[in-house]
């Protein structure tokens, strides 16, 4: 059967790793969840003291960029990759509040886009890949053989992303999670490098009133279809 590349975009937590790891895993395709790799920047700035009082010192980072290595170890116990920087896993400390309140603000900065960019288009090169972003079917695989644009309702988004926290054991109060979401949809589709749009070739999902199970099972018929 053939290889296919699989693009997944769309809005801030509106479950596409979720849908990305559950296809890559039902097809023994590789699953690239480039978000992390934007977050991974952005730790790698707070980290170096690079970001204050929420500023980023743009061109230190960019000089920087070389020193930055980013890739991903596969967590059996969990069942996905998590992502290296440096060398050091930071799955967990990637995915707080801290780094969403200034990930698109890194992720707008042309020079980390292309950095990042180079990076995935080499782990998928061979297709067989299911990738998830802002730019996968624009930009990174314009050629992708299926390309989802995801979406959900902004309340229903905000109460996933805050239990999931919550889950962690962060201590994080449901408004400021859904003004981090507003923020970064709007950061995200406004930028002048790479915004999310929605491709007119892309499949809208919406899965506001869908479970993981039963988005994945629409997305396999749809595959079946072109493969
Ligand atoms: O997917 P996730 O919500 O973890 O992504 C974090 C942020 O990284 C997004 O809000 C966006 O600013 C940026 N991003 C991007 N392009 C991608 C993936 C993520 O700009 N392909």
Request: hydrophobic letters at 40%.
């Amino acid at each position: 059967m053939k290889k296919l590349t699989i693009a997944i975009d769309g809005y801030s937590s509106c479950g596409k790793s979720t849908l990305a790891k559950a296809l890559a895993k039902e097809l023994n395709y590789i699953f690239v969840d480039t978000g992390a790799m934007y977050r991974g920047v952005s730790l790698y700035a707070i980290e170096n003291e690079l970001i204050l009082d929420g500023q980023i010192a743009e061109n230190v980072l960019i000089s920087r960029l070389p020193e930055i290595d980013l890739s991903f170890e596969f967590n059996e116990k969990e069942q996905r990759p998590e992502l290296l920087l440096n060398g050091k896993n930071v799955e967990h400390k990637i995915r707080t509040l801290e780094v969403s309140q200034v990930v698109s603000q890194v992720a707008k900065i042309s020079e980390v886009r292309s950095f990042l960019v180079d990076k995935q288009r080499k782990m998928g090169e061979t297709g067989g890949v299911v990738m998830d972003g802002r730019d996968i079917g624009s930009v990174v695989f314009p050629n992708a053989e299926l390309k989802l644009f995801v979406t959900a309702a902004p309340e229903i988004r905000a109460d996933r992303r805050f239990k999931e926290l919550q889950a962690k054991g962060e201590d994080v109060n449901l408004e400021d999670v859904a003004a981090n979401l507003k923020e970064r949809d709007e950061l995200d589709t406004s930028r002048k490098e790479s915004p999310l749009i929605q491709t007119d070739d892309a499949i809208v999902l919406d899965n506001s009133n869908l479970t993981p199970d039963g988005q994945l099972e629409l997305v396999l018929k749809w595959v079946g279809r072109i493969q």
